[in-house]
């Protein structure tokens, strides 16, 4: 990505974030970001495809980061843990993005439906190939490794989410513990 694209992901962002996808023009967006409005069409046909290029761009990110940080590791458990560590790190790292990319996805009616299964699916495949893993190991339960991918991705998402709509702070490692404790223990006591 040159820095002119990446000029308008920031801005892109920042205004999806704070006003959605719906209720931002391509005109405020390029002002944003410096650049002229035939820049933005230069890179992006219209305002879905810079959309889908974001979601496309942060989550592949996301994956790319989760990827390299289990790489080495061969204990599935540890493997999950990291995960969830690597997602709320960039989740806090980039809150204007988990914003932007949660009112999309779970937004109502998402005109990128095709797309985000797409490109969601490349996400949990990594966690449902290291639950799989686990199963075959021994050091998990024979659950579903798609649902617990899913229930997984879904925890760390909402969570996120919830925490930066609710909260001033973002306390990554309290949050960690506290999902690590639910997703692998449960609240029964």
């Known amino acids: 990505m040159n820095s002119k694209q990446e000029k308008i992901f920031t801005a892109a962002i920042e205004k999806f974030s704070q006003k959605g996808s719906t209720n931002t023009t391509m005109q405020e967006i390029a002002e944003t970001a410096g650049v002229g409005k035939g820049t933005l069409y230069r890179y992006f046909k219209n305002k879905e495809d810079l959309i889908f290029s974001l979601i496309k761009y942060g989550i592949d990110e996301m994956a790319s980061k989760v990827k390299e940080a289990v790489e080495n590791v061969q204990d599935p458990v540890k493997k999950l843990e990291i995960v969830i560590e690597v997602q709320l790190e960039f989740y806090n790292q980039y ?58 991705s879904g925890m760390i998402n909402i969570t996120a989410l919830h925490w930066f709509m609710f909260h001033e702070s973002f306390p990554v490692e309290k949050i960690k513990e506290n999902l690590i404790s639910l997703y692998f223990d449960g609240i029964i006591i």
Do not use: M, Y
């Not at 490349?122 to 021994?138: C, F, K, L, R």
């Open 95 to 152: 809150r204007g993005f988990c914003k932007f990319l949660t009112r999309e996805i779970w937004g109502p009616q998402s005109k990128f439906e095709e797309h985000i299964k797409e490109i969601r699916t490349n996400n949990t495949v990594i966690i449902e190939d290291i639950i799989s893993q686990g199963i075959e190991e021994g050091k998990l339960k024979g659950i579903n490794a798609e649902l617990g991918a899913v229930s997984l």
